[in-house]
């Protein structure tokens, strides 16, 4: 079992509509998690990143994170055909430098 | 501020030839992280430096990969002999802790695209 999984998609989601994006983690030890999106060719981009229970929102975008649950999301409202990419959630320990990444969601917004 | 630059941006070169990827990372940055991307395997951790250290090459894939960081602002990934398998694409990145000290915020280069033929 990987430590951070992820639905590989592809998730299609119509143009406006709020896509969500699923990640779940098997090490307790993780403290905070990284979004990250990449398209096709290019390289991962930070999109955001969360540490503490409950949500961060950047944006139209918005980081959940489910500690007991062992859960992060990612909200993205009004999506826009732009946001069409692959999504990376990756984990880290506190004190550590290494981040656990998942295989990614790809994300398509219809228009 | 220029971010993380990589050379070259792509690479293609016969199997058994010597292949150099090199790595400036963000000025400041004292970390420095060389990742491998395929479609089988996704994005691997291969190796990763603090301070021109090495920390950690456990996911180094075998004795052909080498990665040296001689100063804080060049690092290389070598393989010799290349093979076939290793065509991928290589990310270097780099970080900085955190303002508040937890968080590790890596912020990647564009990457190497290397075919082995």
């Known amino acids: 079992q990987k430590e951070v999984e992820q639905n590989s998609g592809p998730l299609s989601v119509p143009e406006g509509a709020i896509a969500s994006l699923n990640c779940t983690y098997s090490?307790?030890?993780?403290?905070?998690f990284f979004w990250y999106r990449q398209y096709s060719g290019k390289s991962p981009e930070l999109i955001m990143f969360?540490?503490?229970?409950g949500d961060k929102e950047d944006g139209r975008f918005t980081a959940q994170l489910n500690k007991a649950s062992q859960y992060v999301s990612l909200l993205i409202r009004d999506s826009q055909p732009s946001d069409s990419a692959t999504y990376l959630c990756?984990?880290?320990?506190?004190?550590?430098?290494?981040?656990?990444f998942g295989t990614g969601t790809r994300l398509t917004i219809i228009p | 501020d220029a971010g993380v630059i990589q050379s070259p941006r792509h690479e293609v070169t016969e199997m058994g030839q010597e292949v150099t990827l090199r790595c400036k990372p963000i000025?400041?940055?004292?970390?420095l992280f060389w990742y491998r991307q395929t479609m089988m395997r996704g994005l691997e951790l291969l190796i990763y430096?603090?301070?021109?250290?090495?920390?950690?090459d456990s996911g180094m894939p075998e004795d052909r990969f080498s990665a040296k960081m001689p100063n804080a602002s060049f690092s290389t990934l070598k393989i010799q002999p290349s093979e076939p398998r290793d065509s991928a694409v290589y990310f270097c990145?780099?970080?900085?802790?955190?303002?508040?000290?937890?968080?590790?915020?890596?912020?990647f280069g564009p990457g190497t695209r290397l075919t082995v033929t």
């Open positions: 990145a780099s970080s900085a802790r955190g303002d508040w000290g937890g968080a590790y915020e890596q912020y």
């Open positions: 090490d307790r030890g993780s403290q905070s």
């Open positions: 969360i540490y503490s229970n």
């Open positions: 990756a984990g880290i320990n506190f004190g550590n430098e290494k981040l656990t």
């Open positions: 000025s400041g940055h004292n970390s």
């Open positions: 430096f603090n301070n021109n250290v090495p920390i950690d």
